[in-house]
T-cell receptor
Framework: EADIYQTPRYLVIGTGKKITLECSQT?????MYWYQQDPGMELHLIHY?????STEKGDLSSESTVSRIRTEHFPLTLESARPSHTSQYLC????WGQGIETQYFGPGTRLLVL | RKEVEQDPGPFNVPEGATVAFNCTYS??????FFWYRQDCRKEPKLLMS???SGNEDGRFTAQLNRASQYISLLIRDSKLSDSATYLC?????????FGAGTTVTVRA
C-alpha cells in the first residue's frame, strides 16, 4: 500500500467558500501531482510539483492553486468554490524503484459545491 | 491526437473467460509503461509495469510492442473481482500520460 493520504475524503460546501484539500506522503517522493476526475471520465492533470518550492500547472486549466513548502505536503486551494468545481480530486506522488518511476495515488477527495 | 488511446469498452465477459485489450501511444520515445486498475469511485492502483520482453503476474499478462506503439493486457480465467476500469499509463520525457481507461465487466 502507498503511504499517501488525503483529507478530507468527502466535502460538501457552499458556493463562495474557500477550501483547502490536503495531501501528504511519507515516501520521500519529490514529485507530486493533483488530478481532477469526474465520475466515469478520465483523469486530468491540474497541478504538479518536482520538489519544494516548485509548482506547475497541468494540462487542464484549473482555478485552484497549490503550494509545496515541504516535501511531504502538497495542498490544493480553491479561493472561492463554485458548483463547477464539483468533482473528485486525486493526489499522487511518484518515485523511482528498480529503474522505473512509478506513480501512487491517494484515496481522493470528493467535493460537492452547492 | 491524444498521447494515449484506449478502447473504452465495456468488455462484458463470463467468469473464466479470457479478455484482452490494447492501448496505443503516440510518442515513439516513450520510456515506461504501466497498467493501473481503478474500481468505481476509487483511486487508480498500480496493477503492473510493462517490460519490453513482456511480463506475467498471475492471471495477468502484459505485452509491449514498440514497433507498433501499443501495449496490451490479457486477463486469463477472469474473476468477478476483475471487474474494473483498466488505465494505460505511458511515461514520455518524465511526464505521465493516462489513457481514458477500458472498462471490463465480468459476469457470473
Amino acid at each position: 500500500e502507498a503511504d499517501i493520504y488525503q483529507t478530507p475524503r468527502y466535502l460538501v460546501i457552499g458556493t463562495g467558500k474557500k477550501i483547502t484539500l490536503e495531501c501528504s506522503q511519507t515516501m520521500g517522493h519529490d514529485k507530486m501531482y493533483w488530478y481532477q476526475q469526474d465520475p466515469g471520465m478520465e483523469l486530468h492533470l491540474i497541478h504538479y510539483s518536482y520538489g519544494v518550492n516548485s509548482t506547475e500547472k497541468g494540462d487542464l486549466s484549473s482555478e485552484s492553486t497549490v503550494s509545496r513548502i515541504r516535501t511531504e505536503h502538497f495542498p490544493l486551494t480553491l479561493e472561492s468554490a463554485r458548483p463547477s468545481h464539483t468533482s473528485q480530486y486525486l493526489c499522487a506522488s511518484s518515485g523511482w524503484g528498480q529503474g522505473i518511476e512509478t506513480q501512487y495515488f491517494g484515496p481522493g477527495t470528493r467535493l460537492l459545491v452547492l | 491526437r491524444k498521447e494515449v488511446e484506449q478502447d473504452p469498452g465495456p468488455f462484458n465477459v463470463p467468469e473464466g473467460a479470457t479478455v484482452a485489450f490494447n492501448c496505443t501511444y503516440s510518442n515513439s520515445a516513450s520510456q515506461s509503461f504501466f497498467w493501473y486498475r481503478q474500481d468505481c469511485r476509487k483511486e487508480p492502483k498500480l496493477l503492473m509495469s510493462v517490460y519490453s520482453s513482456g511480463n506475467e503476474d498471475g492471471r495477468f499478462t502484459a505485452q509491449l510492442n514498440r514497433a507498433s506503439q501499443y501495449i496490451s493486457l490479457l486477463i486469463r480465467d477472469s474473476k468477478l473481482s476483475d471487474s474494473a476500469t483498466y488505465l494505460c499509463v505511458v511515461t514520455s520525457d518524465y511526464k505521465l500520460s493516462f489513457g481514458a481507461g477500458t472498462t471490463v465487466t465480468v459476469r457470473a
